[in-house]
Nanobody, 124 residues
């Protein structure tokens, strides 16, 4: 079965950096568009960043542009999220997601597969 396993979350001070990684198995990784979402307590799950199947194009939420970068390695079946200049409002559970188009993978309702999530906490 399809598995998406996130790692790299943790506690960091404001202004610091973290790198999240997601390892995929059970699917033809290079055919899927990948994304990261996040969900803070009491809030809806929100789109953070997405990357095309080839890695040639990315999309990012306005709130993270210039700070977060998504990348993928199709040889290793992994997708990463480099997070710099972290703010307390970035605190959330971060989820890896896989979908069948760049549009569908940006909306939680049309994502095909989800990881279990990893906690990111940014202290002020």
């Amino acid at each position: 079965q399809v598995q998406l396993v996130e790692s790299g979350g943790g506690l960091v001070q404001a202004g610091g950096s973290l790198r999240l990684s997601c390892a995929a198995s059970g699917l033809t990784f290079s055919r899927y568009f990948m994304a990261w979402f996040r969900q803070a307590p009491g809030k809806e799950r929100e789109f953070v960043a997405a990357i095309t199947d080839s890695g040639g194009s990315i999309r990012s939420a306005e709130s993270v542009k210039g700070r977060f970068t998504i990348s993928r390695d199709n040889a290793k079946n992994t997708v990463a999220l480099q997070m710099n200049s972290l703010k307390p409002e970035d605190t959330a559970v971060y989820y890896c997601a896989a979908g069948t188009s760049i549009v569908r993978v940006q909306a939680w309702q049309t994502v095909n597969y989800w990881g279990q999530g990893t906690q990111v906490t940014v202290s002020s």
